[in-house]
Each structure stands twice: as structure tokens, then as C-alpha cells.
Nanobody, 119 residues
Framework: QVQLVESGGGLVQPGGSLRLSCVVS????????MGWFRQAPGKEREWIGN????????YYAASVKGRFTISRDNAKNTVYLQMNKLKPEDTAVYYC????????????WGQGTQVTVSS
């Protein structure tokens, strides 16, 4: 298991940008897949995208593709979620997650960080 700590959330106006960070610690995580999720009030948790720590392949949900970018910095043990052209419907608690197997439910999760998009 690894430990994950997110940061970078806050209040931003529509059309603005934010970058979330997820610092990863614990056992070696070169074989992990790192994911970002979000959960808005009254809605189910939604997968945003993920990146393979080794190789850096990225995948995105259709709702954020072209606006959000996931990257990682191996030297800093950190995964980032760059969010551009933010919309009010992007308002949610954002979570970082890590998995080795095929299921996120058995992986590790951060505590979440609130993102609010409002004028």
C-alpha cells in the first residue's frame, strides 16, 4: 500500500485553471497506475483519468478530455492534475488513487481536495 496526499484545491472562476498535486509515499510504486476521481454532492464518484507510473500512458474521461492533463514527476513522487477551462459542473471533491491490480476499490486513496468553480 502507498499513502496519498492531495493538495491544490480551491475556489476558481469559470474558465480558470487549477493544478492539483498528489504526493505518493510508501513502498515502491513503479508498477502502480495512478488515477484521479471526483465526487460532486449527490452524485457518484466519477473516474477522470489515470496514468501509468512506469511509461506515463494517460487515459481520460470524455467529460474532461482536452481540458485536463495528468502528469507525474518521478523525482518528487508526485502526480498532477492540471485543470483548464474549468466549468461550474467541475465542482467536486477530487481524489487521487493508486492501484496495482485491476480494481480501484482495492487500491489506496487520498483524503480528497475540494474544487469549487463559481463566479
Amino acid at each position: 500500500q502507498v499513502q496519498l496526499v492531495e493538495s491544490g484545491g480551491g475556489l476558481v472562476q469559470p474558465g480558470g485553471s487549477l493544478r492539483l498535486s498528489c504526493v505518493v509515499s510508501g513502498r515502491t510504486f513503479g508498477s502502480y497506475t495512478m488515477g484521479w476521481f471526483r465526487q460532486a454532492p449527490g452524485k457518484e464518484r466519477e473516474w477522470i483519468g489515470n496514468i501509468k507510473w512506469s511509461g506515463g500512458d494517460t487515459y481520460y474521461a470524455a467529460s474532461v478530455k482536452g481540458r485536463f492533463t495528468i502528469s507525474r514527476d518521478n523525482a518528487k513522487n508526485t502526480v498532477y492534475l492540471q485543470m483548464n477551462k474549468l466549468k461550474p459542473e467541475d465542482t467536486a471533491v477530487y481524489y487521487c488513487a493508486a492501484r496495482m491490480g485491476s480494481s480501484w476499490s482495492t487500491g489506496s486513496w487520498g483524503q480528497g481536495t475540494q474544487v469549487t468553480v463559481s463566479s
